[in-house]
T-cell receptor, first 113, second 114 residues
Framework: DADVTQTPRNRITKTGKRIMLECSQT?????MYWYRQDPGLGLRLIYY???????NKGEISDGYSVSRQAQAKFSLSLESAIPNQTALYFC????????????FGPGTRLLVL | ELKVEQNPLFLSMQEGKNYTIYCNYS?????LYWYRQDPGKSLESLFV?????AVKQEGRLMASLDTKARLSTLHITAAVHDLSATYFC??????????????FGKGTHLIIQP
Protein backbone atom coordinates (compact mmCIF):
# COMPACT_ATOMS: atom_id res chain seq x y z
CA ASP A 1 0.00 0.00 0.00
CA ALA A 2 1.11 3.53 -0.76
CA ASP A 3 2.43 5.59 2.15
CA VAL A 4 0.70 8.79 1.03
CA THR A 5 -2.72 8.54 -0.58
CA GLN A 6 -4.96 11.19 -2.09
CA THR A 7 -8.65 11.14 -2.95
CA PRO A 8 -10.11 11.72 -5.41
CA ARG A 9 -7.49 11.18 -8.10
CA ASN A 10 -9.47 13.15 -10.65
CA ARG A 11 -12.25 15.66 -10.17
CA ILE A 12 -14.29 17.87 -12.45
CA THR A 13 -16.33 20.60 -10.84
CA LYS A 14 -18.07 23.81 -11.74
CA THR A 15 -17.25 27.39 -10.87
CA GLY A 16 -18.58 28.32 -7.45
CA LYS A 17 -18.75 24.80 -6.06
CA ARG A 18 -17.07 23.81 -2.82
CA ILE A 19 -14.82 20.81 -3.02
CA MET A 20 -12.48 18.96 -0.69
CA LEU A 21 -9.34 17.04 -1.52
CA GLU A 22 -8.18 14.52 1.03
CA CYS A 23 -4.77 13.21 1.97
CA SER A 24 -3.84 10.35 4.27
CA GLN A 25 -0.44 9.02 5.25
CA THR A 26 0.81 5.95 7.02
CA UNK A 27 4.38 7.12 7.53
CA UNK A 28 3.71 8.50 11.01
CA UNK A 29 5.03 11.93 10.03
CA UNK A 30 3.92 15.07 11.82
CA UNK A 31 4.58 17.46 8.94
CA MET A 32 2.22 17.57 5.98
CA TYR A 33 1.99 19.89 2.98
CA TRP A 34 -0.26 20.80 0.08
CA TYR A 35 1.23 21.93 -3.25
CA ARG A 36 -0.24 22.73 -6.61
CA GLN A 37 1.48 22.18 -9.94
CA ASP A 38 0.79 24.17 -13.06
CA PRO A 39 2.51 23.53 -16.39
CA GLY A 40 5.78 25.42 -16.61
CA LEU A 41 5.58 26.73 -13.05
CA GLY A 42 6.86 23.89 -10.96
CA LEU A 43 5.17 23.23 -7.64
CA ARG A 44 4.00 25.95 -5.28
CA LEU A 45 3.18 25.60 -1.59
CA ILE A 46 -0.43 26.23 -0.55
CA TYR A 47 -0.51 25.27 3.14
CA TYR A 48 1.55 23.25 5.56
CA UNK A 49 1.04 21.79 9.01
CA UNK A 50 3.53 20.69 11.66
CA UNK A 51 0.90 18.99 13.79
CA UNK A 52 -2.84 18.97 14.39
CA UNK A 53 -2.76 22.37 16.08
CA UNK A 54 -0.29 24.04 13.74
CA UNK A 55 -1.50 25.27 10.35
CA ASN A 56 0.48 27.71 8.22
CA LYS A 57 -0.14 29.53 4.97
CA GLY A 58 2.18 28.97 2.08
CA GLU A 59 2.96 31.04 -0.98
CA ILE A 60 -0.49 30.78 -2.61
CA SER A 61 -3.09 30.20 0.12
CA ASP A 62 -5.76 32.62 -1.15
CA GLY A 63 -8.93 30.76 -2.14
CA TYR A 64 -7.97 27.66 -0.18
CA SER A 65 -8.44 26.37 3.35
CA VAL A 66 -7.17 23.27 5.12
CA SER A 67 -8.06 21.00 7.99
CA ARG A 68 -5.74 18.69 9.90
CA GLN A 69 -8.17 16.18 11.31
CA ALA A 70 -5.51 13.89 12.75
CA GLN A 71 -1.81 13.29 12.45
CA ALA A 72 -2.45 11.13 9.42
CA LYS A 73 -5.04 13.27 7.61
CA PHE A 74 -4.76 16.67 5.96
CA SER A 75 -7.55 18.02 3.76
CA LEU A 76 -7.56 20.89 1.29
CA SER A 77 -10.77 22.75 0.49
CA LEU A 78 -11.68 25.12 -2.28
CA GLU A 79 -14.53 27.14 -0.82
CA SER A 80 -15.74 28.49 -4.16
CA ALA A 81 -13.84 26.97 -7.03
CA ILE A 82 -12.74 29.13 -9.96
CA PRO A 83 -11.25 28.07 -13.31
CA ASN A 84 -7.71 29.25 -12.50
CA GLN A 85 -7.63 26.69 -9.69
CA THR A 86 -7.51 24.02 -12.36
CA ALA A 87 -4.24 22.25 -11.58
CA LEU A 88 -2.59 19.11 -10.28
CA TYR A 89 -2.58 19.03 -6.47
CA PHE A 90 -0.06 17.12 -4.41
CA CYS A 91 0.03 16.26 -0.75
CA UNK A 92 3.39 15.55 0.87
CA UNK A 93 4.82 14.50 4.20
CA UNK A 94 8.21 15.13 5.77
CA UNK A 95 10.02 13.10 8.34
CA UNK A 96 12.26 14.39 11.07
CA UNK A 97 15.39 12.59 9.97
CA UNK A 98 18.13 14.97 8.87
CA UNK A 99 18.57 13.40 5.47
CA UNK A 100 14.96 12.49 4.94
CA UNK A 101 13.12 13.60 1.86
CA UNK A 102 9.58 14.85 1.36
CA UNK A 103 7.28 12.09 0.20
CA PHE A 104 4.61 12.98 -2.32
CA GLY A 105 1.21 11.46 -2.88
CA PRO A 106 -0.01 10.44 -6.34
CA GLY A 107 -1.76 13.76 -6.97
CA THR A 108 -5.30 14.93 -7.66
CA ARG A 109 -6.07 16.34 -11.07
CA LEU A 110 -8.72 19.05 -10.71
CA LEU A 111 -10.62 20.70 -13.54
CA VAL A 112 -12.85 23.66 -12.75
CA LEU A 113 -15.28 24.52 -15.52
CA GLU B 1 11.71 35.68 -0.72
CA LEU B 2 13.42 32.48 -1.74
CA LYS B 3 13.79 31.97 -5.48
CA VAL B 4 14.99 28.85 -7.23
CA GLU B 5 16.10 28.92 -10.83
CA GLN B 6 16.86 25.93 -12.99
CA ASN B 7 18.47 25.87 -16.34
CA PRO B 8 18.01 24.77 -18.92
CA LEU B 9 14.23 24.40 -18.77
CA PHE B 10 14.24 22.15 -21.79
CA LEU B 11 16.97 19.80 -22.93
CA SER B 12 17.06 17.37 -25.82
CA MET B 13 20.11 15.15 -25.95
CA GLN B 14 21.33 11.97 -27.51
CA GLU B 15 21.91 8.70 -25.77
CA GLY B 16 25.46 8.25 -24.59
CA LYS B 17 26.11 11.96 -24.05
CA ASN B 18 26.82 13.76 -20.79
CA TYR B 19 25.05 16.84 -19.57
CA THR B 20 24.47 18.97 -16.48
CA ILE B 21 21.37 20.65 -15.09
CA TYR B 22 21.96 23.70 -12.91
CA CYS B 23 19.98 24.90 -9.92
CA ASN B 24 20.61 28.31 -8.36
CA TYR B 25 18.83 29.58 -5.26
CA SER B 26 18.68 33.00 -3.67
CA UNK B 27 18.72 32.44 0.11
CA UNK B 28 20.91 30.40 2.38
CA UNK B 29 19.52 26.94 2.92
CA UNK B 30 21.01 23.74 4.23
CA UNK B 31 18.84 21.30 2.34
CA LEU B 32 18.57 20.83 -1.42
CA TYR B 33 16.38 18.22 -3.06
CA TRP B 34 16.25 16.70 -6.52
CA TYR B 35 13.13 15.01 -7.80
CA ARG B 36 12.14 13.24 -10.98
CA GLN B 37 8.65 13.37 -12.47
CA ASP B 38 7.40 11.19 -15.32
CA PRO B 39 4.40 12.42 -17.35
CA GLY B 40 1.18 12.12 -15.37
CA LYS B 41 3.00 10.78 -12.32
CA SER B 42 4.01 11.98 -8.90
CA LEU B 43 7.43 13.15 -7.81
CA GLU B 44 10.11 10.60 -7.11
CA SER B 45 12.88 11.62 -4.75
CA LEU B 46 16.38 11.31 -6.19
CA PHE B 47 18.70 13.06 -3.76
CA VAL B 48 18.74 15.15 -0.60
CA UNK B 49 21.90 17.22 -0.21
CA UNK B 50 22.63 18.58 3.24
CA UNK B 51 25.98 20.31 3.35
CA UNK B 52 28.49 22.24 1.33
CA UNK B 53 30.44 19.97 -0.93
CA ALA B 54 27.94 17.13 -0.66
CA VAL B 55 27.97 14.76 -3.61
CA LYS B 56 25.61 11.86 -4.16
CA GLN B 57 25.42 9.39 -7.00
CA GLU B 58 22.84 6.90 -8.13
CA GLY B 59 23.46 5.09 -11.36
CA ARG B 60 24.03 7.61 -14.16
CA LEU B 61 22.94 10.57 -12.02
CA MET B 62 25.22 12.56 -9.73
CA ALA B 63 24.18 15.59 -7.69
CA SER B 64 26.38 18.10 -5.92
CA LEU B 65 25.88 21.11 -3.70
CA ASP B 66 27.90 24.31 -3.27
CA THR B 67 26.19 26.31 -0.53
CA LYS B 68 28.58 29.23 -0.86
CA ALA B 69 27.67 29.70 -4.51
CA ARG B 70 24.06 28.66 -3.79
CA LEU B 71 24.33 26.21 -6.64
CA SER B 72 23.48 22.59 -7.13
CA THR B 73 24.12 20.50 -10.21
CA LEU B 74 22.61 17.28 -11.49
CA HIS B 75 25.00 15.56 -13.86
CA ILE B 76 23.88 12.88 -16.27
CA THR B 77 26.51 10.47 -17.51
CA ALA B 78 26.09 8.45 -20.72
CA ALA B 79 22.41 9.22 -20.94
CA VAL B 80 19.89 6.49 -21.74
CA HIS B 81 16.31 6.86 -22.94
CA ASP B 82 14.88 5.77 -19.57
CA LEU B 83 16.19 8.96 -18.02
CA SER B 84 13.77 11.05 -20.07
CA ALA B 85 11.63 12.91 -17.54
CA THR B 86 11.21 16.29 -15.88
CA TYR B 87 13.72 17.01 -13.13
CA PHE B 88 13.05 19.45 -10.32
CA CYS B 89 15.32 20.94 -7.75
CA UNK B 90 13.82 22.31 -4.54
CA UNK B 91 15.13 24.16 -1.53
CA UNK B 92 13.82 24.11 2.02
CA UNK B 93 13.54 26.99 4.43
CA UNK B 94 13.35 26.17 8.10
CA UNK B 95 11.74 27.78 11.10
CA UNK B 96 10.71 26.37 14.42
CA UNK B 97 10.25 22.64 14.21
CA UNK B 98 10.80 21.87 10.59
CA UNK B 99 10.70 22.72 6.92
CA UNK B 100 8.33 25.46 5.89
CA UNK B 101 7.74 23.56 2.71
CA UNK B 102 9.85 23.36 -0.40
CA UNK B 103 10.41 26.05 -2.98
CA PHE B 104 10.73 24.45 -6.39
CA GLY B 105 12.42 25.41 -9.59
CA LYS B 106 10.32 25.31 -12.73
CA GLY B 107 11.77 21.99 -13.77
CA THR B 108 13.98 20.77 -16.59
CA HIS B 109 12.17 18.76 -19.24
CA LEU B 110 14.71 16.24 -20.47
CA ILE B 111 14.29 14.23 -23.65
CA ILE B 112 16.90 11.63 -24.53
CA GLN B 113 16.83 10.44 -28.09
CA PRO B 114 18.37 7.29 -29.53
Amino acid sequence: DADVTQTPRNRITKTGKRIMLECSQTKGHDRMYWYRQDPGLGLRLIYYSFDVKDINKGEISDGYSVSRQAQAKFSLSLESAIPNQTALYFCATDGTGKGETQYFGPGTRLLVL
Amino acid sequence: ELKVEQNPLFLSMQEGKNYTIYCNYSTTSDRLYWYRQDPGKSLESLFVLLSNGAVKQEGRLMASLDTKARLSTLHITAAVHDLSATYFCAVALYSGGGADGLTFGKGTHLIIQP
